[in-house]
């Protein structure tokens, strides 16, 4: 044919339309019709996953926001972290009086620091252990210089009996409080405690200093009268001890001794 191409021609332009009279296909025509349906259905599928995965995530953060969130717990209170560590303490005098007080956990063989105020060698005590046991104390020794006394409680097992405090230092006025096991739980009377100013002492070539305990002094915060107990910190460490129970002198404190100089005191009277 002049002017024209052959079927099989290689010079022949891909991209010219076929003829309406032309008989033959090239091979790239052929299927055309098939592939263009094919594609546009695969591009209806991805479309509509798209769309489905879109609102999926929609709706996964919609509901997630609609969950309640875990709450983070809140931290444990002076009294939560002391308790496992105060014993309820009665003394019953020869007369009948019965004088409440509240102990702190020394060791797992059952010995009690608690003030001296108002204990005497013939009293009867009684213990209520942090289990809920009663149990008899024995009076190990008393230090009227420092103002403490040591019980013993002969429990059954030192689970039962409590935990003992760790021990802060007292090295600058701060906020604490006066802690004290009753029936019901454990009941705080806040302040502000005062730390002692320290006293040297020579011994031989070495000086060292030392609190003197009559200086301590704690400031009730809202109270007339405080009840002799032992003092806690922010953090339920054990700071002091308030010897003394009554309202407050001249100055608006009460006396007080360090824990330190405290459980010194009572390690004295426990070695005996």
């Known amino acids: 044919m002049t002017g024209g191409y052959e079927p099989n021609d290689d010079d022949a332009p891909l991209s010219r339309p076929p003829g309406p009279d032309r008989s033959w296909q090239h091979p790239s025509e052929v299927g055309l019709a098939v592939?263009?349906?094919?594609?546009?259905?695969?591009?209806?599928?991805?479309?509509?996953?798209?769309?489905?995965?879109?609102?999926?995530?929609?709706?996964?953060?919609?509901?997630?926001?609609?969950?309640p969130?875990?709450?983070?717990?809140?931290?444990?209170?002076?009294?939560?972290?002391?308790?496992?560590?105060?014993?309820?303490?009665?003394?019953?005098?020869?007369?009948?009086?019965?004088?409440?007080?509240?102990?702190?956990?020394?060791?797992?063989?059952?010995?009690?620091?608690?003030?001296?105020?108002?204990?005497?060698?013939?009293?009867?005590?009684?213990?209520?252990?942090?289990?809920?046991?009663?149990?008899?104390?024995?009076?190990?020794g008393v230090d009227e210089h420092?103002?403490?006394?040591?019980?013993?409680?002969?429990?059954?097992?030192?689970?039962?009996?409590?935990?003992?405090?760790?021990?802060?230092?007292?090295?600058?006025?701060?906020?604490?409080?006066?802690?004290?096991?009753?029936?019901k739980g454990v009941t705080a009377s806040p302040g502000w405690v005062t730390p002692p100013p320290a006293s040297s002492v020579a011994l031989t070539a070495v000086t060292v200093s030392r609190p003197r305990p009559d200086d301590v002094r704690l400031r009730p915060a809202d109270s007339d009268h405080v009840e002799a107990g032992p003092v806690f910190d922010d953090t339920g460490r054990l700071v002091a001890l308030v010897t003394e129970s009554g309202g407050p002198d001249a100055t608006g404190t009460v006396p007080a001794v360090s824990a330190r100089e405290a459980l010194g005191a009572a390690a004295d009277l426990i070695d005996g």
């Open 35 to 67: 592939r263009g349906r094919v594609d546009r259905r695969r591009s209806s599928v991805l479309a509509t996953g798209l769309v489905l995965s879109g609102l999926g995530l929609l709706v996964t953060g919609v509901l997630m926001g609609q969950l």
């Open 146 to 183: 420092v103002g403490i006394a040591v019980l013993r409680v002969r429990t059954g097992s030192s689970d039962e009996f409590g935990t003992v405090p760790r021990l802060g230092m007292l090295d600058r006025s701060e906020a604490v409080e006066v802690l004290h096991r009753v029936r």
């Open 69 to 140: 969130r875990t709450a983070t717990p809140p931290e444990p209170t002076a009294i939560e972290l002391a308790a496992p560590s105060l014993v309820a303490v009665t003394a019953v005098g020869p007369e009948g009086v019965s004088r409440h007080g509240t102990g702190v956990v020394l060791d797992d063989d059952g010995h009690l620091l608690l003030p001296s105020d108002g204990l005497g060698e013939d009293d009867d005590v009684w213990t209520r252990t942090t289990g809920g046991e009663l149990r008899r104390g024995e009076l190990v």
